[in-house]
């Protein structure tokens, strides 16, 4: 295992790497999380397989973005940088809520450094009246609102996973984390998930079967139910997580890379709007 700090647009991102042979997999966190959230899988993975966990700016050790950009599609160019510098060409994203979205942005931006999606409780698009709604409140109070959608989703949790949870949560700041709920309104991942023809596959606790969820959106994105987790489903129940995530990539280690791109020269934010 080896941590770094890698340059990233907005600031220096931290990054968990290790493993090798096979394909690689980068692993993206939820909102407040850290490297941490993946812990159990990157044990699980690196005796044969390189598995890299990434700090989402403003999260972890990772740098806040100055600017207070939070977009999915600029934090996608965050993952395509820590990419670059590690030389991998392509990898399957595996991503948990926020970090799903940013995943899905990234393969609008460039879907031939993908080699899977697979998104854990990752957000739909949700209505913009209810989106509205939520936004108000936590601008009027930020901490009440806010605690009161943290007891949904940790509910269910184990009390060693409630209580990390609890810890990170009081560490971001109101005006990160409401710069990030705003950024997760604004962003529409349908397009870019139909898009993308990749292998793909979401990973969904009970709570996550509304009408305005990935799955109920997307017409081939296939699923699977979890059940007896909070939403941080591979902090609670790690075995199923890690057994459905093997399945994954079996399939994926099975397929040939798609012709020319192994070879391509990696690109990054400056080089495409070049």
């Known amino acids: 295992m080896t941590n770094r700090r890698i ?9 968990d790497d290790g493993g090798t042979n096979g394909t690689p997999v ?23 397989r390189r598995a890299v966990a990434l700090d989402l700016r403003g999260h972890g050790l990772s740098d806040a ?16 940088a820590v990419l670059d510098t590690l030389r991998i060409d392509r990898a399957v994203r595996v991503g948990h809520s ?5 995943a899905i942005a990234g393969a609008g931006n460039e879907p031939d450094r993908i080699a899977g999606l697979a998104l854990l409780a990752a957000p739909g698009k949700v209505p913009d009246e209810m989106a509205q709604q939520i936004v108000g409140a936590m601008e009027a109070d930020y ?16 009390p060693a996973v409630a209580a990390q949870l ?28 139909r898009r993308y023809r990749g292998p793909k596959l979401a990973i969904v606790t009970p709570r996550g079967t509304a009408p305005h969820d990935l799955q109920n959106l997307v017409d081939d994105l296939p699923h699977r139910v979890v059940e007896g987790t909070s939403h941080f489903l591979q902090m609670d ?19 040939p890379a798609l012709e020319g791109t192994r070879s391509r020269p990696p690109r990054s934010a400056d080089a495409a709007a070049t």
């Open 7 to 15: 340059d990233g647009p907005a600031g220096a991102l931290n990054v």
């Open 26 to 48: 980068l692993f993206l966190h939820g909102f407040g999380g850290n490297t941490s959230h993946w812990a159990a899988q990157l044990e699980h993975l690196r005796p044969a």
């Open 65 to 80: 973005p100055a600017d207070g950009d939070y977009s999915f599609e600029t934090q996608a160019w965050d993952v395509i």
């Open 98 to 102: 926020l970090g799903g979205a940013i």
């Open 143 to 158: 901490e009440k609102t806010a605690a009161g959608y943290w007891d949904q989703l940790t509910a269910g949790a184990r």
């Open 166 to 193: 609890g810890r990170e949560r009081d560490a971001l700041d109101p005006e990160t984390g409401l710069a990030i709920i705003r950024a997760t309104f604004a962003f529409d991942p349908v397009p870019a998930l």
């Open 237 to 255: 129940d790690p075995a199923t997580i890690d057994a459905i995530l093997d399945e994954f990539f079996t399939t994926i280690d099975a397929e």
